[in-house]
């Protein structure tokens, strides 16, 4: 009797289980989405959440179809992924295109493509492209950063405005709005980021824009915890 319970535990001891696919996870976005510094979160994802990420951003991206190399093209190169994170930018409102409504580019104007020249038609083309090209994607959004570089870039309540007379957090509303629409879980970053003029210099370049790896490392956590909540099971 015990040498055939020797021999099963031999057996069972014996057995490789297949390994699990990890979940892969698209990064859309401009430079804050892929600079080198970037990776410092994304380890704190790979690291806590065991998932293997892939980054298609471009830097001076943004949602319009005019800004850069834009996410609406991001969406159509990426591959199937089991979740997309759209991470948008300060692009869109730093180069002056129009910010849009939540109505841009949806069933309500019949998918108008003049529309993709706004940052809220680009939210919803990037929607509706990944859903199309993976039906069973998660997706989830990232908000824009703050900036520190000019008032409006991190206060809320600023009275400065680009060229289109809206200010830095009307845009990152209007972001909320179009996931609010298509019920897209929302990371605020402008909102729970916690950096503010008081401890910036910590987590900034000096061009006070783009964060540096102690940022990322700040943020990633948050983001991470977010993530956790949304990753499908395998």
């Given at each position: 009797?015990?040498?055939?319970?020797f021999?099963?535990?031999f057996?069972?001891?014996?057995?490789?289980?297949?390994?699990?696919?990890?979940i892969t996870?698209?990064?859309?976005?401009?430079s804050?989405?892929?600079n080198?510094e970037?990776?410092?979160?994304?380890?704190?994802w790979?690291?806590?959440l065991?998932v293997k990420?892939?980054?298609y951003?471009?830097g001076?991206?943004?949602?319009s179809?005019?800004q850069?190399?834009?996410?609406?093209?991001q969406?159509?190169?990426?591959?199937?992924?089991?979740?997309y994170?759209l991470w948008a930018?300060t692009?869109?409102?730093?180069?002056q295109?129009e910010c849009?409504?939540?109505r841009d580019y949806t069933?309500?104007?019949g998918y108008?493509e003049?529309?993709?020249t706004?940052q809220?038609?680009?939210i919803?083309?990037?929607?509706r492209t990944?859903?199309e090209?993976?039906?069973?994607?998660?997706?989830?959004?990232f908000?824009?950063?703050?900036?520190?570089?000019?008032?409006d870039?991190?206060?809320?309540f600023?009275?400065a405005?680009?060229s289109?007379?809206l200010n830095?957090a009307d845009?990152v509303?209007?972001q909320?709005?179009?996931?609010r629409?298509?019920a897209?879980?929302?990371?605020?970053?402008?909102e729970?980021?916690g950096i503010?003029?008081?401890?910036?210099?910590l987590?900034?370049l000096s061009?006070?824009?783009?964060?540096?790896?102690d940022g990322y490392?700040f943020?990633?956590?948050?983001?991470?915890?977010f993530?956790?909540?949304?990753?499908?099971?395998?």
């Open positions: 009797m015990k040498k055939f319970l021999f099963l535990s057996l069972l001891c014996s057995v490789t289980l297949p390994a699990r696919n990890p996870v698209g990064v859309l976005g401009g804050l989405s892929v080198p970037s990776q410092a979160a994304k380890d704190i790979r690291r806590q065991g990420v892939y980054d951003g471009v001076g991206a943004g949602f179809s005019l850069g190399h834009t996410l609406q093209q969406a159509r190169e990426a591959g199937v992924h089991d979740v994170i930018s692009n869109d409102y730093n180069g295109r849009g409504t939540w069933a309500l104007d108008d003049s529309r993709l706004t809220c038609g680009g919803n083309y990037c929607i990944l859903l090209k993976n039906p069973r994607a998660t997706i989830v959004f908000t824009s950063l703050r900036f520190f570089s000019r008032d870039g991190h206060n809320p600023s009275t405005t680009n289109t007379g830095f845009y509303a209007a909320r709005d179009c996931c629409h298509y897209i879980p929302v990371f605020d970053q402008f729970l980021q503010n003029d008081f401890n910036y210099p987590y900034y061009d006070q824009l783009h964060m540096n790896e490392r943020i990633g956590q948050r983001q991470a915890a993530l956790r909540q949304y990753l499908p099971r395998k």
